[in-house]
Every structure is written in C-alpha cells, then in structure tokens.
C-alpha cells in the first residue's frame, strides 16, 4: 500500500541505500544559493530549470538565494537508442520569456555525459544572454563525454543510477525527500 500522500514507504522500494541524506542536500542547497547570492548582488539572475528532474532542485534553491531571482523552464528531449543519451538533443518545451541582456544559470538535477548542458549553452546562447552559468546538483564526472564549464556543483557523485530528489527511475521516486541509489545497478 501506498504511504502516506501516494509516496511509496521505505518499505516499498527497490532495494536500494541512501546516497545523499535530506539533511546534506538541505545543507548543501543552503551553501549554493547563498554562493549565487554573492556573485549575483545587485543583480537578478533568471534560473532556468531542465525538466523535469531540476524541478524539485530548483524549487529549493530560489529559497536559499538571497535576493531576487527569476524563474522559467525548458523541457528537453534526447532520443536515441537505449537509455544512454544520444548527443541528439531537442527542445520539447520553450523557456516563456526572452532572456535577452539577461544573467542565466541553467539548474540541472544532473550532468552525465554532458550533452544535455552542452545543447543547451549553445541554444541559449544563440539568445544574447548577458551572462550564461550553470548549476547543477550532481556531476557525474566520471562520465563526461563532453566538457561543460559547471559554475556551481552541488555533489560530485560516483558511476551509480541515482534516484529521488527530481530524478526517476521510469517515472518513479522523483518525490523521494533523499538521494538514493538502487542496488545492483550501474547507470545507463
Ligand atoms: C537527465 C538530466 C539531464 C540529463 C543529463 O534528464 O536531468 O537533463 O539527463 O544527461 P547528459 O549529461 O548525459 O546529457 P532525463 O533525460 O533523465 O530527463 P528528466 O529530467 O525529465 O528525467
């Protein structure tokens, strides 16, 4: 049965171990949106989420800056063979505002090969931004087949599938409060 508000219990899931605690990501965000406070004062940064993973990340990290931000989001498809991302990367669903002349900062969940971001810094670019960073909570550097400049990194996590916090397993477990990973799994 289902617990408490749809989410799964513990109980439930795969067999699987946390990764990283409520408590550390919680820290963690904090130590991120006051970083972009910072380098940000007196300016008003747009963060654009890729969904869907970085909308739990995104949710908490415009609490933890200090100051005003601005928020929007894109939705992006990579499609290919398998489950490994194929380098082809589309745009499912538009950013609603133009962010010309403004201070972006892409929010990822994750970065693995770096396709994704790399997509996304030129077709972002292409838009006259003021200035173009980004943030993501994990970076799988070990899995890097295209170098991206990461401004902000939340964890530098191992080769392992995670889920929770944003990121699924087929549509499942993004609303995990922790960061999981699913035994016997290696990522896709
Ligand atoms: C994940 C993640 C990044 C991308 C990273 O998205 O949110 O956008 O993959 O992989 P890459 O660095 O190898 O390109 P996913 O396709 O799982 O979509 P989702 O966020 O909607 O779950």
């Known amino acids: 049965m289902a617990g408490e508000q749809g989410r799964p219990s513990p109980q439930e899931l795969p067999p699987h171990r946390v990764l990283i605690s409520q408590a550390e990501l919680a820290a963690r965000v904090g130590e991120l949106g006051r970083a972009i406070g910072r380098d940000y004062q007196g300016r008003s940064p747009l963060l654009v989420g890729v969904l869907k993973g970085a909308a739990v990340f995104l949710a908490d990290l415009i609490r933890a800056v200090p100051g005003p931000v601005g928020i929007d989001f894109i939705g992006l498809s990579s499609y290919g063979a ?46 006259q931004p003021r ?58």
Not at 100 to 112: A, F, P, T
């Open 82 to 127: 398998g489950t490994r991302s194929s380098g082809a990367v589309r745009v499912t669903a538009d950013l609603s505002v133009s962010i010309e002349g403004r201070d972006v900062i892409i929010v990822e969940d994750i970065v693995d090969s770096g396709r994704t971001v790399d997509f996304l810094r030129r077709n972002l670019g292409t838009r």
């Open 131 to 188: 200035s173009l960073a980004l943030c993501c909570l994990l970076d799988k550097v070990s899995r890097r087949e295209v170098p991206v400049p990461v401004d902000y990194a939340g964890f530098v996590i191992p080769d392992e599938f995670v889920v929770g916090y944003g990121l699924d397993l087929a549509g499942f477990f993004r609303g995990l409060p922790y960061l999981a990973v699913l035994e016997a799994s290696r990522s896709a």
